[in-house]
């Protein structure tokens, strides 16, 4: 049993080691849980130059477990870019994009790939009203990011409430004491920012203003997201700052809006489902009250809020937000999710297709499907079953996470 | 006025007086009427030999009367008949530890065995609330592990308004941390431990030669501090420790030992329970030692945090229980490569053949039902994971014949749960302590809260507009109606 301390070593240690001649594999199991379309009795998968080739066997090493599930997708991992990388000049950073700043040889990757995760967003931290673009990334691989970006500037990462305020405070003497200049230090503060960035676009655009390059480049961002298809990412945990982004998305006409640490939105849920919002939620905590240090607030999360919200018909994907404990380990929030009364089928997708689909990488992770990538779970048991441990882990068709000593089905 | 006042007063107190009356009346005779218990289950897991399809559990006094399929039991014509064929029946989970359920755990006083934790516990207190709807039935609340020596324990049914009616042990085992308490090292820690059972040890001596020049002496001075010795009190006997004994202390009454050294000297002869509290490997090996060296290795419990499991060797060797606590995953980053590398300890302990308890941390949904469960996805043999929540922890507790299984004779603690008791959409519906019925989970407002939250004034609920054009929401019908559905179908269910 120790094993296990050796075995995650190795995955991390794979994660971060060069390249090597890629293996094939057939992982046949009890059952395929796709997350397309119905589960696969007693299949097997082939993987081989790390793609899924096939669903029924073929040739290369041999492996057997209980359950295999794809491997899973975090919108709101939380993944390194380091402790302090709140960008200070502007609270509208539109413009910067996260790729520059990520640390691929954070020990944080480890967690995530022993969690199951297979692929991330990457978003500025939540301290930036405007906190600027988020990229799509495999959490192992080689530490570069040509080699582990699946999307760039995938959606623009937002913030409302008091996170973005917080730790704020009146300027010193080398900044004028005008609200022009200085960050904000109040809700009302945090939604001006965010209106006047987007009143300065639209006018720009509407009266033809001459705005200096890096302006112009950030009414550009701006505007994607009410014309395109540049989806808005807004941390919004508390049901104030749901309605708040809500309103915000009416008032500019934002036309995808993702909103991320959504803990109350089921507090919302005709105006969530009415704006057509996905929503992306926290851990589970045990008593339901999420405590956010930041705001010195809590939040109530009901155990029933993945499944009101999924009934509604609004999108929704589960998080580890970082998976700093076991317990808040994505899988776990599937279960939990499950035990408020969300089916299987939904909790699944929950983790895996609708979070791709958010973030338009659904034609290359998110399924178990014939030419998509080989990002696969392997399990002892029914997935996300409290009974249920992850045994196993391919991302990009190497074993990453290998736990070949305890595949056996758990228990008896 | 002041009449006026005081009439008022009395007016009020007659009141609430009869109101009193009355709900003792009630709470008697729901007693009277819950003397014979009938549980009826889908399946029995008993633990004590193989589930039982279709079974029944026939409780009288508060005990297993019968435990076996329906059909072949007998159950009594005037019993109260609760359960239903879609429940699954277990036996009540053992928190083999504990030190939550009070008021304040820790004390200040570093050294303190002449407290009792009685005066601690609150019967209200949120995490017996939450053992009732997680199906713990029987908890060991110890002192906390910020202190020395800490005041005496006690086992307790999570259920009831007051101490009395909760205690199934009382002044049962003594709280000691090897762990440094708060502000201090663990040089001072181990230096306090040891003067505190040396000072036991010149405190007999210093009393048996006081004795021994003054005949009388030590009845006197128990008068004198305001103890007067009964017959039994008035009997001296002779030190029974293992390790170490003082001679001559046949000649002290036993009621004349002081109430601060009583417990102390219970300890060292082996006469009581000691829950070592360790929270570094580096502990494991200090407790083992020093209760060694005092005669109390064979009535020690190790309270240990995941990080502990380097000590396995040595507790395996010393053939020490253990509790296990602070989760089941030891996460630590590897100091030379700044890996994260995690072990999953129950295996460890497992391995080693530690007889061991899970905990149920902080209560809750992770309360003892899934902490056997995820260790189970671990890798952990389903029948020892399933132990460390039941009759491994009832073992340890001295309670193997009370609780722990359904078997006849033992206390009638019985958990219905609405599917396998290990599954992570299955909840406790009901539960059965001694034969009455003390949680049912259509009655937990509490419950409800956690599963669908409160939808506080002002937010929109769902039955506006868009959601009606939806025939699924269509076929639910108003909320009110829905909720009467839900009532009569969890009726017709039983």
Known sequence: MTTRTALLATAALAAGSPATAQEDWVISAKTIYTAAGDPIEGGAITVSGGKITALRGGRGTKLEVTAVTPGFVDLSAGVDTG??????????????????????????????????????????????????????????????????????????????????????????????????????????GVEWVFRKAYYDALNAQRFRFEVDADQAAQNALLLRT??????????????????TAIHLKREFGIRNMILDH?????????????????????????????????????????????AKLHELGVPIALSGDGARTPEDRIARQAGYAMRGGLSFEAALAAVTIAPARMMGVDDRVGSIEVGKDADLVLWNGKPFEATSGIVGVFLDGKLVLDARASTAEAGQ | MTILHTTRLLDMKTNVFRSLSFLVVLASSAAALQDKLVVEAGRIVTLAGDDIENGVIVIENGRIKAVGKAGEVQKPWDATVIGGSELVAFPGFVEAHTSNGMDRANENLDVAPFLDIRDSIDPVAFYFEDCLRYGVTTVNVQHGPNCVVGGQGMIVRPTGMTVEEMVVRPRYGTKISVSPKQGKSRATQMQQLRETLDGLRVYLEELIEAERDKRGYAEREALAQGRELTSEEKKGRSMEGKAWKVDGLELIPRGAIDEKQAPLLEMVEGRRMVFLNCEEAMDVEHAIEFARTNGFLEKSVLVLDVRCWRA????????????????????????????????????????????????????????????????????LDRSIALASVTTTAAEILGLEKEVGSLEVGKMGNVVLFSGDPLSITSWVERVVIEGREVYDRRKDVRNKHLLEGTQPRGTAAVAEAPVQEDDHAEEEGEEAKEEEAKDDESEDGE
């Open chain 1, 262 to 306: 959504a803990a109350e939105a089921w507090k919302e849920l005709a105006l969530v489902q009415e704006s057509g919002v996905g929503v992306v939620l926290p851990p589970f905590p045990a008593d339901g009250r999420l405590r956010d240090p930041y705001a010195n607030d809590s939040y109530f999360l009901a155990l029933d809020a993945a």
């Open chain 2, 312 to 379: 396995a060797d040595a507790i395996a060797e010393a053939g020490l229980p253990v509790v296990l606590e602070g989760g089941l995953l030891e996460m630590r980053r590897n100091p030379r490569t700044g890996e994260e590398e995690e072990t999953f300890v129950p295996a460890i302990l497992a391995d080693k053949g530690i007889r061991f308890a899970l905990s149920s941390e902080a209560s809750g949904q992770r309360s003892l039902w899934y902490q056997a469960a995820l260790s189970i996805g671990e890798g």
């Open chain 1, 83 to 188: 402790s302090s990388s709140v960008e200070q000049t502007t609270e509208t950073s539109v413009t910067f994009s996260v790729a520059e700043t990520i640390d691929f040889f954070s020990h944080r990757w480890g967690r995530e790939l022993a969690s199951g995760v297979t692929t991330v967003l990457a978003a500025p931290l939540d301290e930036n009203v405007l906190g600027g673009l988020c990229v799509v990334v495999k959490t192992g691989g080689e530490p570069t990011l040509e080699a582990r970006l699946l999307r760039k500037d995938v959606a623009l990462r937002a913030s409302i409430g008091t996170q973005p305020s917080s730790g704020n405070s009146t300027p010193n003497a080398f900044r004028e004491n005008t609200i022009y200049v200085r960050r904000p230090t109040t809700r009302m």
């Open chain 1, 226 to 243: 009410i014309e395109g298809d540049l989806p808005v990412f807004v941390k919004t945990p508390a049901t104030q700052d749901v309605r």
